[in-house]
């Protein structure tokens, strides 16, 4: 596991149905971080997890959009009831340890990106 | 205003070109992050910067902690530089990333 893979790459809705977004941190990292991009628009923070605990989620919409980390597999991303403004490109971030100091060990790493449009 | 502000918005050069992008941040940070995004792809995490200066390859950054300001410099600039760059900064106390608006760089051959 080289990276944090995100998936899917793409993904095509309609208003109302629900998506689903996975990420698989990097192998070792407890910590995982939602972070959504606007068309045009800059990233924003969503969410940041470690295993089986929300520790912020102060950037999520306070409906329809929910995170979890599990023990085991990927952290998911839910949005139910789509609509058309929650097209974005959803990106996921892993690191080793919290944000703690300097250490040359607190690397964020990002994944590729999943692309959602809602039609 | 924003807590983190980058400029220039665009910004087109030459091959060979040395190039800045400046950030500047309102509030104390723990942090701050130089990332790069290419068009439709992902982002790529360029340095974490705390203090002082970090270089890797043709790509320099510095912060100054009392201006909250940090730059990127990039020497010898070449078109597959031509990306996203964007400043993010954690503060004190949280780990959520505040992330600037990004600088759009093309290199012209």
């Known amino acids: 596991n080289a990276g944090v893979m995100q998936n899917p790459r793409h993904l095509v809705r309609r208003r109302g149905q629900e998506a689903r977004l996975r990420c698989s941190p990097v192998?070792?990292?407890?910590?995982v971080y939602w972070y959504r991009q606007l068309p045009e628009e800059g990233l924003k923070f969503m969410v940041y997890?470690?295993?089986?605990?929300?520790?912020?989620e102060s950037g999520m919409p306070k409906e329809r959009f929910s995170a979890e980390f599990p023990k085991e597999g990927p952290s998911i991303l839910r949005i139910q009831q789509v609509v058309r403004g929650d097209s974005a490109a959803y990106f996921c971030?892993?690191?080793?340890?919290?944000?703690?100091?300097?250490?040359?060990?607190?690397?964020?790493?990002f994944g590729a990106g999943s692309r959602l449009t809602v039609l | 205003k924003n807590e983190v502000e980058q400029s220039p918005q665009n910004l087109t050069a030459q091959e060979g070109e040395f190039i800045t992008i400046n950030c500047s941040y309102s509030?104390?940070?723990?942090?701050l992050h130089w990332l790069q995004q290419h068009p439709g792809g992902g982002i790529v995490s360029l340095f974490m910067?705390?203090?002082g200066k970090k270089k890797h390859g043709r790509l320099i950054a510095t912060i100054n902690i009392q201006e909250k300001h940090s730059s990127l410099h990039i020497t010898a600039s070449h078109p597959r530089d031509s990306a996203v760059y964007i400043c993010?900064?954690?503060?004190?106390?949280?780990?959520?990333?505040?992330f600037g608006t990004g600088t759009r760089l093309t290199i012209i051959p």
């Open positions: 997890l470690q295993k089986e605990n929300i520790i912020d």
């Open positions: 971030a892993s690191s080793p340890v919290p944000g703690q100091g300097f250490s040359g060990a607190n690397v964020l790493t």
């Open positions: 993010a900064v954690r503060s004190f106390g949280n780990e959520k990333l505040t």
């Open positions: 192998k070792g990292h407890s910590h």
């Open positions: 910067l705390s203090s």
């Open positions: 509030v104390g940070i723990s942090a």
